[in-house]
């Protein structure tokens, strides 16, 4: 039998898919996070969202922290994202006036410590670009130009592979891409991006696609379906290893270059945000701080009064 906090949590489930429209992948987090909410109340028998109070809020973060028999404990940004799906949960039934109080809102998640974003110096991108793809074979323009748009446009690895053929106006230069939320944005291609996937459109990907498994993809695969977000990081995480990058490379490594790069150019925060398809600049800001780090190290070395 479906207890009333259970049908609570499918309630907001489906206010998150079907109103707020989230992603798959998110659905499947917030879903993960609050099955493992709904075992802590069952342990604690309660069975209405409003009997549920802060101190059993609170009771439930000390457990994320310190783990059970059935639950490995959690680093401070994964059960920060659990309280934030729990404390979404809470707001909601307040907002349908399911529970008199949000007892959440006192109980604030655990904050990580400031991690600035990683970004490579141009000539390691440039070196994993030239790197891309076995010379001489069909995937090699593919591979290429698939990192030419992961840099050039910033894009997240799921908005990348799940570019369409009517996505590109390669005449105009811009490429529509479908970020979180089912949000779009149109972004310009730069130069060789935009040669790049002219090549590939050209002598590649007629090679690659398939008669009878028709796809409007973009980028696709060696069968000639739509290449995977797991096979695009395979791509780029080889084209590194090519070109010899100690560090570990991953998709967002080249969107962290991508709004790094710009910013040390001059490009305003703003602007970024918009090509980052960020809701909010406060998310893009952390990137400024990657420049003024850069600025105080060459201010650090360069200025004669600077230090003793």
């Known amino acids: 039998m479906t207890t009333d906090v259970e049908r609570a949590v499918q309630d907001y489930l489906s206010h998150l898919s079907v109103e707020r429209g989230l992603a798959d992948n998110t659905l499947h987090s917030y879903r993960r996070d609050l099955r493992r909410y709904l075992q802590f109340l069952h342990a604690r028998e309660l069975t209405d969202p409003a009997a549920i109070t802060e101190n059993d809020i609170a009771a439930f973060l000390g457990a994320l922290r310190t783990g059970d028999p059935d639950h490995v404990s959690l680093g401070t940004a994964s059960a920060a994202r ?17 529970v008199p109080t949000d007892v959440t809102a006192a109980v604030k998640p655990p904050r990580p410590a400031s991690r600035l ?75 060789y991006a935009r040669q790049s996937l002219s090549d590939y459109l050209t002598a590649s990907r007629p090679a690659l696609a398939s008669a009878r498994t028709s796809t409007p993809a973009v980028f696709l695969n060696a069968r000639g379906g739509r290449l995977s977000r797991q096979s695009a990081w395979t791509v780029l995480t080889r084209a590194a290893q090519r070109a010899g990058i100690a560090v570990d490379v991953s998709p967002h490594t080249l969107r962290h270059s991508f709004a790094t790069h710009l910013l040390d150019g001059g490009a305003d925060v703003r602007v970024v945000q918009e090509l980052l398809g960020h809701a909010s600049v406060t998310t893009t800001q952390i990137y400024t ?16 009064r600077a230090s003793r």
């Open 82 to 98: 659990t309280i934030v799906a729990v404390r979404g949960l809470h707001r909601f039934l307040l907002r349908e006036q399911i």
């Open 117 to 191: 974003p990683k970004a490579l110096p141009l000539s390691d991108i440039e070196a994993i670009l030239d790197a891309a793809g076995a010379p001489g074979t069909t995937l090699a323009s593919r591979d290429r130009s698939l990192l030419e748009v992961l840099y050039g446009t910033g894009a997240r690895i799921s908005e990348a592979v799940g570019l369409d053929l009517d996505d590109l106006d390669l005449e105009d230069s811009t490429v529509l891409l479908r970020g979180k939320g089912g949000k779009q944005r149109i972004v310009p291609l730069g130069s």
């Open 289 to 304: 701080l990657v420049t003024v780090e850069k600025l105080r190290e060459i201010y650090a070395t360069a200025h004669p």
